[in-house]
């Protein structure tokens, strides 16, 4: 018989070890995951579908309260959700259905996820479907919660041929940033985790994107870091810090998560060293996959984000899209509110305060 339930905290190392040893099991969907948002404002949904006492499924939701009092009502997120075996449509069918059971308890609008599945599984789509879930139109770039394109790795090869497979500039600017004295070392400690920051927003500022504040790297710091589920790098030059990565990992998977480089020393090419020691960090906590995370779906040269896409090509990783944004909609009006309305509401207040509308965020 199935069931499904929220764990509570005494279940926090069997839910993980489930999330952990799963095939579709991603840091994002693990209990400490979920505490890091939990210091952001959103409360951890750690919802279970079991068998007889098994575990056959998880889905971490995420819920966050509208911000309308009047309407008491709530949206749910599972980022990379759900950890269960996609070609089983009867554990999907169990899930979603008590996904949905507990959206009624919580007054969500909707449910949101972006699954961890390619978008060649159309079987998989096909049961989304089934189950009343629609496709957002994100676009090709990063307008989606979670990158729709990634590059992916497969470095179980040994060294010298995953070094072979390179592009010959990425494996010569490995080797140059190398003779030139770049080192990379794990931060020894927190204390480090503003060294790390400041870059970041160093970076920020060079290229136009905005940053989470410094707790929220606290937080992750504090749940991941200190739990072994990531590693901060950093890139010594000449006794300074010029190059900064987080990387996380999970079962045999590794992410390469957040990456900043100062404007100095450019030329010595830190940013190819550091991808490179962190792929062979992934290979020694027994990972078979490394994942680049996102770039842009826009393949056009021109576009501002090929850049991105060229240095993460360069190491000979797999592009991958993502099956993308759905969402299973509970209360239709309420979701065309908080959809449509909403952010013209927004976009309305802040034009007659004289905010700048010119830049997003989550």
């Known amino acids: 018989m199935f069931t499904t339930r929220i764990m509570d905290s005494k279940d926090r190392e069997r839910f993980d070890q489930f999330v952990q040893s799963h095939p579709k099991g991603h840091f994002l969907q693990t209990w400490e995951w979920g505490l890091v948002k939990q210091g952001m404002g959103w409360e951890p949904l750690p919802m279970v579908l079991e068998e007889d006492g098994e575990i056959r499924a998880s889905l971490l939701i995420l819920k966050k309260r509208v911000p309308l009092p009047v309407l008491n009502t709530s949206i749910f997120y599972s980022p990379r959700g759900p950890v269960v075996d996609i070609d089983n449509p009867q554990l999907c069918q169990e899930l979603f259905e008590g996904a949905e059971?507990?959206?009624?308890?919580?007054?969500?609008?909707?449910?949101?996820?972006?699954?961890?599945?390619?978008?060649?599984?159309?079987p998989f789509q096909h049961t989304l479907t089934k189950h009343n879930f629609r496709r957002n139109d994100t676009g090709l770039d990063f307008e989606g919660v979670q990158p729709a394109f990634v590059f992916r790795l497969d470095i179980?090869?040994?060294?010298?041929?995953?070094?072979?497979?390179?592009?010959?500039?990425?494996?010569?600017n490995i080797r140059l940033s190398a003779k030139k004295g770049v080192t990379i070392r794990a931060a020894y400690g927190k204390e480090e985790l503003p060294v790390f920051y400041s870059i970041l927003k160093e970076t920020a500022e060079r290229d136009r994107f905005l940053i989470r504040g410094y707790e929220y790297f606290e937080l992750m710091w504090d749940q991941l870091v200190e739990k072994g589920l990531a590693q901060i790098f950093l890139a010594?030059?000449?006794?300074?810090?010029?190059?900064?990565?987080?990387?996380?990992?999970?079962?045999?998977?590794?992410?390469?998560?957040?990456?900043?480089?100062?404007?100095?020393?450019?030329?010595?090419?830190?940013?190819?060293?550091?991808?490179?020691?962190?792929?062979?960090?992934?290979?020694?906590?027994?990972?078979?996959l490394y994942d680049f995370r996102g770039v842009s779906g826009d393949l056009d040269e021109n576009n501002p984000l090929y850049g991105l896409y060229r240095f993460k090509k360069g190491f000979n990783g797999e592009l991958?899209?993502?099956?993308?944004?759905?969402?299973?909609?509970?209360?239709p009006g309420l979701y065309l509110l908080w959809t449509?309305?909403?952010?013209?509401?927004r976009k309305l207040v802040r034009k007659r305060s004289g905010m700048d509308t010119s830049r997003g965020g989550d």
């Open 101 to 122: 059971r507990l959206a009624r308890q919580h007054r969500a609008i909707f449910l949101k996820i972006d699954p961890d599945v390619p978008i060649t599984n159309l």
């Open 156 to 172: 179980t090869p040994e060294e010298e041929q995953l070094l072979a497979n390179m592009h010959g500039k990425t494996r010569y």
């Open 236 to 288: 010594d030059f000449q006794g300074k810090v010029i190059s900064g990565t987080l990387a996380l990992k999970l079962g045999n998977k590794a992410w390469y998560l957040y990456g900043a480089s100062s404007n100095e020393y450019r030329n010595v090419m830190p940013n190819y060293l550091i991808q490179w020691e962190m792929i062979r960090w992934a290979r020694t906590q027994g990972c078979t």
């Open 320 to 331: 991958t899209e993502f099956v993308g944004d759905w969402d299973r909609v509970y209360s």
């Open 340 to 345: 449509r309305v909403l952010p013209l509401y």
